[in-house]
């Protein structure tokens, strides 16, 4: 019980209590700040075994897919080919091995084999995806942005007077609407939006801190 | 049904391929249309003038390949802007893809430009590092605690730059190119919490929610997409002649190039809305018939 709830509940709370607190205090307060800064730097480690439990997670999931020819399972494989290409290299080239400089550029001014895959097939891969995106948004706006109803007529006009003054051709008559457009009903849109997340964000945090909110422990209340 | 009402049902290949010329045609021949320089922009440009010789920049690469298009011709314009007018920087980068590719490239690309500038007293390359707003914390205290060795291996102790700033606290300005939810981080927690006057460079996509930030003074200035990327690009070409031989490489990929495909696929977009509405019409007044 003490290991499983009381121990985590505790670590929580100081961990959560220690920042806060330390906001408050001038800098150079000994203790107060040199706890919070290490703090930090070990939210920093662990937040680095959040990216191994993710490689953990691909991995299992890509195998299973594989083992049991789901659809797209040669792509998979190409996942996990990729994966381990990048991942041995990258390692090998953190940790100085087999003569590699680092993850960038050799001294010759080719790259090395993990800024070689970065640069030819992440980087474009990653660009390819993203700009289908506007051929996509096209057909969508092509078939989504219709007069139907009031609301929907002001959502076209507004995303109509937008992309014009987004543009040369349209931006002396539009930018200026564009941009109160932008300054006025949405940023105090966004400002709701934002403040809302924050408050509940906060509430959540200090449930969290308190212990009052278990879940992350796979408790319920009760427990 | 008449012709009209059918475009309802008009194959998605067809607005496919005019999205494509409207892409393609504008790369190859380029159209050159003129960019005025709005208000966000330029605030970020001014305060970048007001910074003299031993003044320091921090400028945070927290973007990747897939909006590398929009974002890498800001980081260029502003490392342009800064080597100029001789205010030093330092970049990193918070996002993963951000400090592998983007940053180093970009560096390398407008350093070579400037062959006056001497790495670790002009600017200083600390690559990525993991941990999102516990690494921002860390480093806005202490560049150290954070990036114990630049993006070479040189620990920050031998770099004469890093012994001018503890933190980026210490510095006079920061600038975060973002994608997501990186730019909110530096107003919430450099700005809010150190005062650091911050401005942030980001996706046309995210620009809407940076507003709120903007107009509560929380950020100085706005990079907004494409088009902002354009301005900053215009204002450092029209102040700073040595930049214009850059910006007239046929085959440098600059905002203001790509402000002709914007435009074009712009009113492509826009056509197919009022066509799309004038078929929708044509199509419900026929079923009543």
């Known amino acids: ?223 | 049904m008449s012709n009209l009402a059918k475009l309802t049902s008009i194959d998605r290949r067809w607005i496919f391929l005019l999205i494509g010329l409207g892409t393609l045609i504008p790369v190859l021949l380029p159209i050159g249309f003129p960019v005025r320089v709005t208000a966000p922009v330029k605030q970020i440009y001014d305060k970048i003038e007001t910074l003299g010789p031993n003044d320091v920049v921090v400028l945070s690469y927290d973007y990747g390949p897939t909006t590398g298009a929009e974002n890498d011709p800001m980081t260029d314009a502003i490392l342009r802007h800064c080597f100029s007018h001789d205010v030093k920087v330092i970049a990193l980068a918070l996002y993963p893809l951000g400090g592998l590719t983007s940053l180093t490239a970009s560096i390398d690309r407008i350093t070579a430009e400037f062959p006056d500038l001497e790495y670790g007293v002009d600017y200083v390359n600390l690559g990525y590092k993991d941990g999102g707003q516990a690494t921002m914390k860390l480093l806005a205290e202490d560049f150290s605690g954070a990036f114990p060795n630049d993006t070479h291996g040189t620990p920050l102790s031998n770099l004469p730059l890093m012994q001018q700033v503890k933190g980026a606290r210490n510095a006079q300005f920061a600038i975060s190119v973002a994608t997501g939810i990186f730019g909110e981080w530096w107003a919430n927690l450099i700005n809010a919490q150190y005062g650091l006057p911050i401005a942030v460079g980001c996706t046309a996509v995210s620009a809407p929610k940076y507003y709120a930030y903007l107009e509560a003074g929380q950020m100085l200035g706005l990079i907004g997409g494409l088009k902002g990327a354009s301005e900053y690009e215009q204002l450092v070409k029209d102040n700073y002649p040595n930049t214009r031989e850059a910006y007239a490489n046929p085959m440098l990929q600059t905002a203001s190039k790509g402000m002709d495909v914007q435009t074009i696929d712009h009113l492509i977009i826009i056509a197919f809305i009022v066509i799309g509405n004038l078929a929708y019409f044509a199509d419900r007044r026929a079923k009543r018939a």
């Open chain 1, 1 to 223: 019980m003490f290991l499983k709830v009381r121990l985590p509940i505790l670590l929580t709370f100081f961990a959560g209590l220690i920042p806060i607190v330390a906001f408050f205090f001038k800098d150079g307060t000994p203790y107060v700040k040199t706890l919070s800064s290490s703090l930090e730097q070990d939210m920093v480690i662990v937040s680095g075994f959040a990216l191994l439990l993710g490689v953990v997670n691909v991995v299992q999931g890509n195998v299973r897919k594989i083992e049991r020819r789901e659809k797209g399972w040669f792509y998979a494989i190409v996942l996990l080919a990729g994966m381990a290409f990048m991942g041995l290299f990258g390692a090998a080239g953190a940790m100085r091995l087999f003569g590699l400089p680092g993850i960038g550029m050799m001294a010759d001014g080719r790259p090395t084999p993990f800024q070689w895959g970065s640069l030819y097939l992440f980087t474009p891969l990653q660009a390819t995806m993203f700009a289908l995106l506007a051929f996509y948004i096209a057909s969508a706006a092509f078939r989504a942005f219709r007069i139907r109803n009031v609301e929907a007529t002001i959502l076209l006009v507004a995303a109509v007077f937008v992309m014009l003054g987004r543009i040369p051709i349209g931006e002396p008559l539009f930018g200026p609407i564009t941009e109160w457009m932008m300054q006025v009903p949405n940023g105090a849109a966004q400002r709701g939006i934002i403040i809302g997340a924050a408050l509940g964000a906060a509430s959540l945090s200090l449930r969290v801190i308190l212990g009052i909110e278990r879940s992350y422990l796979g408790l319920d209340k009760s427990e």
